[in-house]
């Protein structure tokens, strides 16, 4: 037995990391973007910050802008 997996539209990648990280930027730099004071927010902000340095994982850029988007 197995699992079927169906792949909906939303979720395909379209563009590169930066295009696709476009609009979680803005919403952030208009203010639009709450977050929740935890523990692991040094670690996520120390992705988004300095985002497009390629010296810098981001894997989480992709993770904040997919759900964004």
Same mark, same amino acid.
């Given at each position: 037995?197995?699992?079927?997996?169906?792949?909906?539209?939303?979720?395909?990648?379209?563009?590169?990391?930066?295009?696709?990280?476009?609009?979680?930027?803005?919403?952030?730099?208009?203010?639009?973007?709450?977050?929740?004071?935890?523990?692991?927010? /040094?670690?996520?902000?120390?992705?988004?910050?300095?985002?497009?340095?390629?010296?810098?994982? /981001? /894997?989480?850029? /992709?993770?904040?802008?997919?759900?964004?988007?």
């Amino acid at each position: 037995g197995g699992y079927t997996v169906h792949e909906y539209p939303q979720t395909k990648q379209q563009g590169g990391k930066a295009t696709r990280a476009t609009p979680v930027s803005v919403a952030a730099s208009e203010g639009r973007i709450g977050y929740a004071r935890a523990p692991w927010n /040094d670690w996520l902000f120390g992705q988004l910050e300095p985002f497009p340095n390629p010296r810098i994982h /981001d /894997d989480a850029v /992709d993770a904040f802008s997919a759900a964004w988007n």
